[in-house]
């Protein structure tokens, strides 16, 4: 079946212009997460959805990161004023909840953003 | 000290020899743990999840825990140099069975002919 995509696959913006990043998840997962990949940092956690319950955010690193998930599926990445620090990979992952409660996630193929 | 860390390498093996990767957790209560594999350019791919001390196989590879010393390992028999990528380990920190992985920063492993 259908994997997680992401679009654009690569982005290159100025620093300063705001960027928005898409993901689809697995049809029928119902949990959706955006991770940061950079060098030296190794993969991050950003932000995560399950369902209709509030999103954890605590793994943003400023105010101008935000994101949202339309309708428990699609979910979108936006970075305002993005700056140099800002360039990295950002991946998706989604997930269901299996047996005995665990749950595994998959990645997207991820958005190569560069900020200019 | 980093919630989940593993040695950076890189490690390098022949064709055909057992690589064994290693990785330490902090968080006493974690429950899940993950290997990642991942290629060049490429975003990472499941390979084994654990959640049980002891250890877990699926065919050449064969992860292992021990709660007690808070360790994961994955061991990949018969290596080939397709094997060659990066190897994240990630554990689910917490104690809950769902919910963020906390990554460490990979080893790079390289498997020559």
């Known amino acids: 079946g259908a994997g997680v995509s992401q679009s654009p696959s690569n982005k290159v913006t100025e620093k300063g212009k705001d960027v928005e990043l898409r993901c689809d998840p697995i049809?029928?997962?119902?949990?959706l997460y955006w991770y940061r990949q950079s060098l030296g940092q190794g993969l991050e956690f950003l932000i995560y959805?399950?369902?209709?319950?509030?999103?954890?955010k605590s793994g943003l690193p400023s105010d101008r990161f935000s994101a949202e998930r339309t309708g428990g599926s699609v979910s979108t990445l936006t970075i305002q004023r993005t700056q140099q620090e800002d360039s990295a990979v950002y991946l998706c992952?989604?997930?269901?909840?299996?047996?005995?409660?665990?749950?595994?996630?998959?990645f997207g193929p991820g958005t190569r953003l560069l900020v200019l | 000290q980093k919630e989940v860390e593993q040695n950076s390498g890189p490690l390098s093996v022949p064709e055909g020899a057992i690589a064994s990767l290693n990785c330490t957790y902090s968080?006493?209560?974690?429950?899940?743990f993950f290997w990642y594999r991942q290629y060049s350019g490429k975003s990472p791919e499941l390979i084994m999840s654990?959640?049980?001390?002891g250890d877990k196989e699926d065919g050449r590879f064969t992860a292992q825990l021990n709660k007690a010393s808070q360790y994961v390992s994955l061991l990949i028999r018969d290596s080939q140099p397709s094997d060659s990528a990066t190897y994240l380990c990630?554990?689910?920190?917490?104690?809950?069975?769902?919910?963020?992985?906390?990554f460490g920063q990979g080893t790079i492993l390289t498997v020559h002919p």
């Open positions: 992952a989604s997930s269901l909840i299996g047996d005995r409660g665990r749950e595994t996630q998959y």
């Open positions: 049809s029928g997962h119902t949990a």
């Open positions: 959805f399950q369902g209709n319950s509030a999103p954890d």
């Open positions: 968080d006493r209560v974690s429950q899940s």
């Open positions: 654990i959640y049980s001390n």
């Open positions: 990630a554990a689910r920190t917490g104690g809950t069975s769902y919910g963020k992985l906390t």
